[in-house]
């Protein structure tokens, strides 16, 4: 078995099941955070709930350890897949063999990406705690952080400009991922495409639209 997760296939298939995993939490993530265009209470109830329990301790340590899967493989495969290459084309494939530029720049997406998650955490998840009370509960009042921070137009831009990286990163990843499990074969290989990049438009924008509705909108 250590020698097939060793292999280039294996580490596909970890870096693809990673992939998915992060996948899910970050749609998930998303739509949580949607709550914040019900009332901050509907957002700040959300958060308690996710927080207050024990599995979030899980939760954390299953992302952690996709996280590394996934950063691992990726280094591993592309120096491998460098060291593979014996010299450079000198003109570019064109036509069905021409590779996106999603897929060329999955690299640097996923380190700039890695930077503003690691930045994201410092801010939200160890950022100043304020308090309010939601139906006689005493929580952290999330929703006030999030709206003072999209105050500030650099945290802003840099923002959307990384939630636009990271729906580049997710049109390309979650297909090759897909692909990498054998599930783009056959006749239903468009179909798939069609799906994450769907899927990478609806992440990005609904992230995107928090920021923009605080920044213009919010009352404080």
Known sequence: MSGFL?????????MGISGLVWAGFVLAHMAGNLLIFVSHDAYNSYGHALTSGKLIYIAEAVLLLALIVHVYTAVSLTISNRAAKEQKYAVAAKGAKRVSLASRTMAVQGSLILVFVIYHLITFKYGTHYETTVNGVVMRDLARLMEEVFQSTTYVVWYVVCLILLG?????????????????????????KKLSYAYAVIVALGFIA???????????
Request: aromatic share 20%; net charge positive.
């Open 6 to 14: 060793g292999s280039t296939v294996g580490k596909k298939y970890l």
């Open 168 to 192: 580049f990163h997710l049109s390309h990843g979650v297909g090759s991922s897909f692909q990498s499990l054998g599930l783009m074969e056959g006749t239903y290989r468009g179909t798939w």
């Open 210 to 220: 928090q920021p923009l509705y605080l920044f213009f909108f919010a009352t404080n």
